[in-house]
């Protein structure tokens, strides 16, 4: 393979580049690592969009690279975190219409229970007689 000088130049940018990266992961590693020595056992209580925002970032590296750079929290919570933000967007309930009071229906169990009331000795087959009879088709 014949090297042209901008393909030279182009992969020692990119090695460059990646180098810079890897330097900046590096310095974050460590960042994390004394944080964590500092907070020692305590919780570290966040807010919904600071998990919002960690769960989108981690999502992305996925549970290995989570585990591998060793994060302040567990790579199942950060993903965890993830699932619920996808069920609370896909949930539709922001979107439903309220389900209007079935008015019939009321009325009619309104009925049934002043028959029941007002004729005690009356059963199930008689209140539905006297409803049919009335005009109400309710099932057996």
């Excluded at 069920?87 to 229906?105: I, L």
Aim: proline share 4%; glycine share 10%.
């Amino acid at each position: 393979m014949i090297w042209k000088p901008w393909q030279f130049i182009l992969v020692a940018l990119a090695g460059w580049m990646n180098r810079q990266q890897q330097h900046v992961i590096e310095y974050l590693q460590e960042e994390n690592r004394i944080l964590r020595e500092e907070l020692g056992r305590k919780r570290i209580l966040l807010n919904v969009a600071q998990k919002r925002r960690l769960a989108t970032k981690g999502k992305v590296l996925g549970r290995a690279l989570l585990k591998q750079f060793g994060t302040l929290f567990c790579p199942d919570t950060i993903l965890k975190w993830h699932r619920m933000l996808i069920a609370r967007k896909y949930d539709g309930s922001g979107r439903r219409r309220p389900v209007p009071v079935p008015t019939k229906a009321n009325m009619i169990r309104d009925l049934i229970l002043r028959m029941a009331d007002e004729n005690p000795g009356w059963g199930y087959g008689r209140i539905y007689g006297e409803l049919k009879g009335l005009g109400y088709d309710v099932h057996w």
